[in-house]
C-alpha cells in the first residue's frame, strides 16, 4: 500500500519569498514520486517527477524537490515566489513504471501568494 | 492541440438522471485512467484501461458507474440514476506504456441538483 500526506493544507507567502511545500510518502517499495499543480478551473499539470535517479530533481517554473529516503520525504521548494504561483498542488506516489492502480494524491496544498 | 480532452467540461443533471463522460486520451497513449475529485480533496483512483481491457477498478467505482474503452482510443464514463454524491469533477489521464507520467485531461464537473 503506498500513502501521501501533505503537511500543510495552506501555506501563505509574500512574492518574491522562498516557497516549501512538505510532502511525506509510505510506500512498501521504492516509488515514483510527482508534484501536480492545478490552476483553478484547469486541469492538472505535471511539475516534476522523481524515477529513482537523481534525488534533486528540478521542474518547470523554477520549482525543484528533493527526494529524502531517510525521512520518507519529497518537499517542493522555490526560491522566489510569482503571483502566478497561486494555485493547488498536490503530491502524487505512484508504483514504479505507473502501477495497475494508478496515482495516489495528497490531499493537496493551497498556495496563497501575497503582493 | 495533442493533449487530452474532455466533453462536456460542465453538466448539471437532477438526481436521477444518467450521464455519460467521454475522453479523448494522447493518441500514442494506450493507457487510460479515471479519477474523481471532490471539493477540497485530491483526486481519486476510480478506474483505468490498457487498450480495450478495463484492468482495475476502485471500490468507489459503484455497481452504478460503467466505463468503457471499446476501441482502445476514446472512453467514455457512464453515471446511471445519479446522487446528489456523485457531485464531482471527473478527470482522465492517459499514460504511454513504459512510462510513469499521467497527462490529465480540464475535466468534467458534474453538478446534480
Known amino acids: 500500500a503506498q500513502s501521501v500526506t501533505q503537511l500543510d493544507s495552506h501555506v501563505s507567502v509574500s512574492e518574491g519569498t522562498p516557497v516549501l511545500l512538505r510532502c511525506n510518502y509510505s510506500?512498501?517499495?521504492?516509488?515514483?514520486l510527482f508534484w501536480y499543480v492545478q490552476h483553478p478551473n484547469k486541469g492538472l499539470q505535471l511539475l516534476l517527477k522523481?524515477?529513482?535517479?537523481?534525488?534533486l530533481v528540478k521542474g518547470i517554473n523554477g520549482f525543484e524537490a528533493e527526494f529524502k529516503k531517510s525521512e520518507t520525504s519529497f518537499h517542493l521548494t522555490k526560491p522566489s515566489a510569482h503571483m502566478s504561483d497561486a494555485a493547488e498542488y498536490f503530491c502524487?506516489?505512484?508504483?514504479?513504471?505507473?502501477?495497475?492502480?494508478?496515482?495516489?494524491f495528497g490531499k493537496g496544498t493551497h498556495l496563497i501568494i501575497q503582493p | 492541440d495533442t493533449g487530452v480532452s474532455q466533453d462536456p467540461r460542465h453538466k448539471i443533471t437532477k438526481r436521477g438522471q444518467n450521464v455519460t463522460f467521454r475522453c479523448d486520451p494522447i493518441?500514442?497513449?494506450?493507457?487510460l485512467y479515471w479519477y474523481r475529485q471532490t471539493l477540497g480533496q485530491g483526486p481519486e483512483f476510480l478506474t483505468y484501461f490498457q487498450n480495450e481491457a478495463q484492468l482495475e477498478k476502485s471500490r468507489l467505482l459503484s455497481d452504478r458507474f460503467s466505463a468503457e474503452r471499446p476501441k482502445g482510443s476514446f472512453s467514455t464514463l457512464e453515471i446511471q440514476r445519479t446522487e446528489q454524491g456523485d457531485s464531482a469533477m471527473y478527470l482522465c489521464?492517459?499514460?504511454?506504456?513504459?512510462?510513469?507520467?499521467?497527462?490529465f485531461g480540464p475535466g468534467t464537473r458534474l453538478t446534480v441538483l
Open positions: 522523481y524515477t529513482s535517479a537523481a534525488t
Open positions: 493518441s500514442e497513449h494506450n493507457r
Open positions: 489521464a492517459s499514460r504511454q506504456r513504459g512510462t510513469d507520467t499521467q497527462y
Open positions: 510506500s512498501s517499495y521504492s516509488p515514483s
Open positions: 502524487v506516489v505512484s508504483k514504479p513504471g505507473g502501477g495497475a492502480d494508478g496515482l495516489t
